[in-house]
């Protein structure tokens, strides 16, 4: 580079000015709002905050702590409890009951919601997570006759196409749960409502049957079942034809994968009859389990919860005493920066600054 | 890029002598000595993608994305989509090509530009014209006046006399005086005849390339002769003619060989300080990177053999072989993966185009233009803007850089009165504005049009014929070696060998006393329209130790006079008595001229009596003829009739200073920053200048001149000057400098008791540079101002890498001229001015600006602007990366460490580009904590950026701790609160998606206040940005988690509903409010107390401007004061003057003047005629 003697030969850009543009954002002097951090602003900030959050954890621990929530481990580690027997010798094709029974000591009022909760099952682990085909589950034709490759080892089936296909689907909750009240030595089985259960949208949009002629067996007859699952997809429901085939409410709610190896998923609704009775009285009940999911191998549990809800969902005091420590926390700050902007606030004015 | 590759082929060798024979083109073929083409661009159009490629891909973070890829693309490992690193790949590798092909083709047009410049070359015996690429070594070429030397040549004969050539080698060396060079005479009798030309079949053996500009060895063989060739026979590239017709040469080295090409030394690839920080960053990261994957694979192995064993009745192993600890192998790479977000390869680019903003800021600053010379500021390279703001030491070229190469002959004294200042009517001296009367040389036809004068007093004394005042410009247009030239009549061009000379006969002239020719023995001056000729009779010549030059003269009326200028003490000396008062006014008069930073001289004559003249003349040539003490004898002689003169008066020469260089040194010092004067230039011009421009100054403790000609001298020499600057760690001193050396190492602050400055000659610095580093090195740095005066070009650059290898400073060099690209290229910033002295300097330099006042914008605003910029912007984005990153970490203890990303695929492909890219780069593109004004009224505010305050390893791991904390408050807040969490409606939230979501939007919506937290300088722009890009990502979220997407393409937005589902519950509005708060506070905690605690000097700042909302002050132009003590001063030449010339004749036009030819050329015969 080091051999050019001569400027810029180019005549016609002699004449024409080169001077920049002298435009506010050219020459850097755009109009701005600087804030800077004084006692003014953040003394003020923190107490805000502090007295802001601690009403609202208040608020929030005293709507948890209303919500009613009853729950109930059926696994049967210990074998002589109710389900032991089930628990270790149960697998997914043998059918064995238990009953568990328990005591509400207050009434439930409103709707009350039944959820299965399992433990220690890594329903977030990567291979299962992925292990589902989103296109097979939408209806999509060609993707129930040749699954997606993520489905291995559950994609095909003695050379048939699973669907649903799938680690995810093939370990499907299949225990069924039934719930008595024990009204002075009788049992009442308590009306529980499946329809509901799933997000709307999962139900409506994300899962779809596939569509063609005739009914669902016909559809799903080049299929396999998934290999856990006694009954194949489109007769899980024997009740109700419509809660059949990818559309199940209880497939949906499985499908949705859960985010930590602890979770609880909606089993039942149970819906308020009037406003006079609670709709679970205080007194005993008999939960009724179908025991066919096998989690002991692995250490899981199996938990049945019934809950209330409020407008900030399910019990979880967590977020009420973390608002109520933060708020704290920001007031006692709050406190501790006014004595030190008193002690040393001089410190920042600006008498070393020469005119 | 041209279109080919020429040369690519050509077999590399190491020459150990050149050989070539003249006008034999096939003879020098056999040596492949490269043409004159040179080639600074690196691609063409064919080699483009793959060498720009394989450069790319050499940056460790592009080869690590790129392995990143071929990782993703194993399905075992696989664990985020091949699209997350490609789009950003493929983003960062274009902007970065389409940038090196834009870069490449401007090389690649300014070298076609010198390539394609025409020649005359003779080839065959008749002369052709050619593109400079096409001469060849052996090639004899013709140039004319003013061209520029296209090679290095062997001069072969010229149009003047006796071979005589002048050139000027300011592109070289930074002088503008001329230089005299000379052919042998066996080749200059060839004179203009091609067809002897054409004949010459002289070889010539010689040196291989080298880059010594004052050295050649060689020898001429011709005619079974053998000649020896020096420096003198030799054109350098680079240089110009001027003076001369036209001149043949000897092509010896071209093209790369070139000496001018040699000393620029390769372009080496800039990186600056915070590049270089980065590669170590970067490293930290992946051995932070390498373990955590460990970690969390040794978490997988343990998992899998405890859990995942058992629990394979619903999720069977499927890799093989089935064990655990080859699932924790592959979970490592699949963690790289997913963690590869921590190495920034978005970071990068990012980098790129906010340094690319600050150029344009550069290039687009109305300050920093100068409408003059319509030349605005330009960012050459675009990679170092924020080492802008870090600069320790800046290394200034003198002439043309710190003043304009013009001297203008200022005031003078006069017996006893001074004239030169500007007076209103009343008589009272006023300053010179643009509506100061100038004199009106109108009366006199030969006036130099450009010579401004305002005393209108001098030139009423000229008119009355006051005889001190004829005899003060008479000395003036008689005591000289300036050579005259009149092209037409009356329009008179002087030759001067120093530009003091030139103005000093230039004042003369206008003042009526034209010096109108000269001729061995006579001088013409048209005196106030009066022609008359004076007989020369003797010149006795300046040198350095004389310090003077005398004349003398017979004037037409048969009087003999002896004329003498010269500096004030050494003229002062031999004054007769009868001068004392004359002498001590004028000595008044000398001190207010040196407060003025002027060049003085001091001007006297005396009346010689013919005898004791003859006497002495005869003494005189006995003495230039004898052949031992002949130097010695000659000086005696001198001193013995440069006595008892009378005083005319003196001289004041102003080199004329760039406008406001004073202010900026000493804003420029202020601010921290050490500035060094490496100058081509004399001894006296340099420190003349550094007191003019308040470098150097009285009230300083002492002023070392470092002179020596030994190592050891130099040595005791420095050793004396360190410890006299600090008195007490003597002993300690003695330690360091036995102990040379042995590796890396940096040398720490000194602390110094009072002022000191340095001066160094360039001899003296070839000793300090090559045992003395690290002496010369700690004397210089305990200096305020360090001047190497004589320093050649490879010099300059060595003080630079001296600087650069002990002391841990960022480097500055500046300078306008050929001699300084060594010294530009050399430190970590280069800036030309683009000026007086062509673009050489300006073509390698980083950055370049018309006037050197420009660097206190360029530093003080745009560099601490870029530095504060650029530092904010890397703590931010580490920041933000590295809360993003860690929460995958958290997460993989709950997932079974199977790699399980926490947030959806598209938020990690859009996270760095889409959803938290503007506002930071808003933020670095527009931030400043205060505005251009008050940076330039406070240079202290640049002090941080000297010490790496604002971004350091420190900074990093601070960096690294707010992410940490941010990333657990991002996971375990959602964790608490969406635990078995329920909607308000009983379905659950707990799922996987809805807890990405809540997660990603968490983690956003912190790192967006974080980033409004950072932003101190809220433009309209910065609003939008950061505003815009959280409703962005809503508006992206909820489009990409819709219906319609997923009906489109399910397996790709698997995520439909979620945001409906999740983000209309209140709970989770809260959780994601409590996140943001719980990660911001802490930060406005430390800041706050920070503030409240150590205050910084731009928080006192900022805290004031916002107290007061005061107007930024004006900036004072404040005169300074100058200390009174004076600096006489000649500019002398390094060289023996012309002197020998003149008298000798040689170089006189008149070729009627019978002399007789002298072969040894330049040996002083003054006495000759006589």
């Given amino acids: ?355 | 890029m041209p279109l080919f590759d020429s040369d690519c082929t050509r077999s590399k060798h190491i020459e150990q002598e050149r050989h070539l024979r003249a006008n034999d083109r096939d003879f020098n073929q056999k040596f492949y000595y490269v043409d004159n083409q040179i080639k600074t661009s690196k691609y063409n159009v064919f080699t483009f993608l793959p060498i720009n490629l394989f450069e790319q891909f050499q940056r460790i973070a592009n080869a690590y994305f790129l392995f990143l890829l071929i990782l993703q693309l194993i399905p075992q490992v696989s664990s985020l989509s091949w699209y997350t690193t490609v789009v950003p790949l493929m983003l960062v590798l274009i902007i970065t090509a389409v940038k090196d092909a834009i870069d490449d083709y401007h090389r690649y047009q300014s070298d076609n530009q010198v390539n394609n410049r025409e020649v005359m070359i003779l080839i065959n015996g008749k002369l052709r014209k050619e593109k400079w690429m096409h001469v060849q070594v052996g090639d004899i070429i013709k140039m004319e006046n003013n061209h520029f030397v296209t090679a290095d040549l062997l001069l072969l004969s010229s149009s003047e006399p006796y071979g005589l050539l002048y050139i000027e080698t300011a592109e070289l060396d930074g002088e503008t005086n001329l230089k005299v060079k000379q052919a042998l005479t066996v080749t200059s009798d060839m004179g203009e005849n091609t067809q002897a030309l054409a004949d010459f079949d002289g070889e010539v053996r010689c040196e291989a390339p080298n880059n010594r500009l004052d050295k050649f060895r060689g020898a001429l063989t011709y005619k079974e002769n053998k000649y020896s060739l020096d420096n003198e026979k030799i054109l350098l590239r680079g240089c110009t003619l001027r003076n001369t017709e036209w001149c043949y040469g000897l092509v010896i080295f071209a093209g790369q060989d070139t000496k001018l090409m040699q000393n620029s030394g390769l372009s080496a690839f800039k990186r600056t300080n915070i590049d270089r920080l980065m590669n170590v960053l970067v490293l930290w990261i992946f051995g932070f990177l390498v373990m955590m994957c460990t970690v969390l694979a040794i978490g997988n192995s343990v998992w899998e053999s405890y859990k995942g064993y058992y629990f394979q009745v619903y999720l069977p192993w499927i890799h093989k072989p089935p064990n655990s600890s080859f699932s924790g192998f592959l979970m490592f790479w699949s963690y790289v993966i997913i963690l590869n977000t921590v190495v920034p390869i978005s970071l990068y680019v990012s980098i790129e185009v906010i340094r690319l903003g600050s150029s344009f800021y550069i290039d687009w600053d109305t300050k920093m233009y100068y409408p003059k010379k319509n030349t605005p500021a330009l960012a050459r390279t675009t990679t170092l803007t924020e080492e802008l703001g870090q600069i320790q030491y800046i290394f200034s070229d003198k002439t043309g850089t710190l003043t304009q190469n013009i001297m203008i002959f200022n005031k003078c004294t006069i017996n006893g009165k001074m004239y030169g200042h500007a007076c209103d009517f009343s008589g009272q001296r006023a300053d010179i504005t643009a509506k100061t009367e100038k004199v009106d040389f109108a009366f006199n036809s030969m006036a130099d049009p450009k010579f401004v004068f305002y005393d209108h007093s001098l030139m009423e004394a000229v008119k009355i014929c006051d005889p001190k005042v004829h005899e003060f410009f008479r000395l003036l247009s008689l005591c000289h070696t300036v050579m005259s030239e009149e092209k037409q009549k009356g329009l008179l061009v002087y030759q001067a060998q120093s530009p003091d000379e030139g103005a000093l006969v230039t004042a003369a002239r206008n003042f009526g006393f034209v010096f109108r020719s000269r001729t061995p023995e006579t001088i013409t001056i048209v005196e106030m329209g009066e022609t008359k000729i004076y007989e020369l009779l003797s010149i006795l010549d300046f040198d350095n130790v004389r310090k003077r030059m005398s004349v003398i003269v017979r004037h037409p009326d048969k009087k003999l006079y002896l004329y003498c200028k010269g500096a004030d003490t050494i003229v002062f000396e031999r004054l007769n008595s009868s001068s004392q008062q004359l002498r001590d006014i004028t000595t008044s008069h000398l001190d207010e001229f040196a407060g003025d930073g002027l060049r003085t001289l001091a001007l006297a004559y005396k009346e010689l009596d013919e005898e004791s003249f003859d006497n002495w003349q005869k003494r005189y040539q006995e003495a230039s003829i004898a052949l031992e003490n002949r130097d010695e004898q000659l000086s005696e002689l001198y001193e013995e009739i440069e006595k008892d003169l009378k005083l005319l008066g003196a001289t004041a020469v102003e080199d004329k200073l760039q406008d406001g260089v004073p202010q900026t040194i000493q804003t420029l010092s202020k601010a921290n920053i050490k500035i060094w004067v490496l100058t081509g230039d004399k001894q006296e011009t340099a420190v003349n200048i550094g007191y003019a421009c308040n470098m150097l100054h009285e009230d300083m403790n002492k002023i070392f001149i470092i002179e020596g000609s030994s190592a050891e001298e130099v040595r005791v020499e420095l050793r004396k000057a360190s410890a006299t600057m600090k008195e007490r760690d003597q002993a300690e001193d003695e330690v360091i400098s036995i102990k040379q050396p042995k590796k890396q190492f940096f040398l720490p602050e000194e602390h110094v008791n009072g002022e000191y400055g340095l001066v160094i000659n360039g001899d003296t610095l070839a000793h300090a540079l090559e045992d003395l580093e690290v002496e010369f090195l700690k004397a210089a740095c305990l200096c305020k101002t360090v001047i190497c005066c004589r320093a050649t070009p490879l010099q300059k650059a060595q003080v630079v890498e001296l600087v650069k290898k002990y002391k841990k400073a960022i480097t500055l060099a500046i300078g306008d001229g050929a001699n300084d690209v060594s010294m530009i290229k050399a430190a970590h910033i280069g800036v030309g001015i683009s000026g007086e002295e062509g673009t050489q300097a300006v073509l390698s330099s980083d950055f370049s600006f018309a006037q050197f006042r420009y660097l206190q914008r360029l530093l003080l605003v745009h560099g601490r602007w870029s530095y504060l910029r650029m530092c904010r912007f890397l703590r931010y984005f580490f920041y933000k990366n590295f809360a993003f990153t860690f929460v995958h970490f958290w997460y993989g203890f709950f997932c079974g460490f199977s790699a399980q990303t926490v947030y959806d695929e598209w938020f990690i492909t859009l996270y760095n580009l889409v959803y938290t890219s503007l506002p930071v780069l808003a933020m670095s593109l527009f931030e400043q904590d205060v505005n251009d004004r008050w940076s330039m009224a406070y240079p202290q505010l640049y002090e941080p950026g000297q010490f790496n305050l604002y971004f350091s390893k420190l900074a990093f791991v601070e960096c690294i701790i707010h992410g940490v904390y941010s990333s657990l408050v991002l996971f375990f807040i959602p964790y608490g609160a969406l635990f078995e969490a329920e909607r308000d409606d009983g379905k659950t939230v707990s799922d996987y998606q809805s807890f990405a979501l809540i997660a990603q939007t968490c983690l956003l919506v912190a790192v967006t206040l974080q980033i409004a937290l950072d932003t101190t300088y809220w433009t309209a722009i910065n609003h939008f940005f950061i505003w815009g890009s959280l409703a962005v990502y809503f508006a992206i979220t909820f489009t990409m988690y819709s219906n319609g997407m997923y009906l489109m393409f399910p397996t790709s937005f698997p995520f439909i509903g979620t945001a409906r589902n999740a983000l209309n519950q209140p709970h989770v509005w809260l959780t994601i409010f409590l996140t943001a708060v719980m990660c911001v506070l802490p930060v406005i905690l430390v800041r706050y107390l920070k503030g409240e605690l150590k205050p910084t000097f731009s928080n006192k700042l900022r805290c004031r401007i916002c107290q007061m909302k005061m107007i930024p002050p004006k900036q004072a132009i404040s005169r300074l004061k100058r200390p009174s003590v004076r600096r006489s001063a000649y500019a002398f030449s390094h060289q023996r003057g012309f002197g020998a010339l003149i008298t000798s004749g040689k170089n006189m036009r008149i070729r009627t003047v019978n002399l007789i030819p002298s072969k040894t050329g330049a040996s002083s015969n003054v006495d000759k005629q006589k």
């Fill in chain 1, 1 to 355: 580079m080091a051999t050019n003697y001569s400027p810029k030969d180019d005549e016609g850009e002699q004449h024409k000015s080169r001077k920049p543009d002298n435009t506010a954002f050219k020459q850097q002097r755009l109009p701005a709002w600087q804030p800077i951090l004084t006692a003014g602003t953040v003394l003020p900030a923190f107490f805000i905050i502090g007295l802001v959050f601690i009403p609202i954890g208040i608020g929030l621990f005293v709507t948890s702590n209303n919500i009613k929530e009853f729950e109930i481990d059926y696994t049967g580690i210990e074998p002589n409890s109710p389900c032991g027997i089930c628990a270790n010798n149960g697998t997914w094709n043998t059918t064995c009951t238990c009953e568990v029974h328990f005591r509400l000591d207050q009434p439930f009022e409103g709707n009350v919601f039944m959820y299965y909760g399992l433990s220690n099952f890594y329903q977030n682990h990567r291979r299962y997570v992925k292990s589902r085909d989103d296109s097979q589950l939408n209806g999509d034709k060609s993707s129930l006759k040749d699954p997606s490759k993520e489905c291995e080892p559950y994609r095909m089936s003695n050379g048939r196409p699973i669907a649903p296909c799938g680690a995810i689907a093939n370990s499907l909750f299949n225990d069924t749960l039934v719930l008595y009240y024990m009204d002075n030595g009788t049992r009442k089985e308590i009306q529980l409502t499946s329809n509901g259960i799933a997000w709307w949208t999962d139900k409506n949009v994300k899962f779809r049957n596939p569509t063609g002629d005739g009914n669902l067996s016909t559809i799903f007859k080049d299929t396999a079942k998934p290999l856990n699952w006694p009954k194949p997809v489109y007769d899980l429901d024997p009740t109700d034809p419509h809660n059949n085939g990818f559309i199940n409410e209880d497939f949906i709610v499985w499908m949705r994968t859960a985010a930590l190896p602890t979770f609880r998923k909606l089993y039942r609704l149970i819906m308020k009859t009037d406003s006079l009775t609670p709709t679970l009285q205080q007194g005993n009940y008999t939960l009724h389990v179908t025991y066919n999911y096998p989690v002991l191998s692995f250490d899981g549990r199996k938990r049945m919860i019934l809950s209330t809800i409020s407008w900030m969902g399910g019990k979880n005091p967590f977020l009420g005493i973390a608002y109520i420590t933060v708020g704290s926390i920001c007031f006692f700050l709050g406190v501790v920066l006014l004595i030190i902007h008193h002690k040393y606030g001089n410190r920042n004015t600006s008498a070393d600054i020469p005119n």
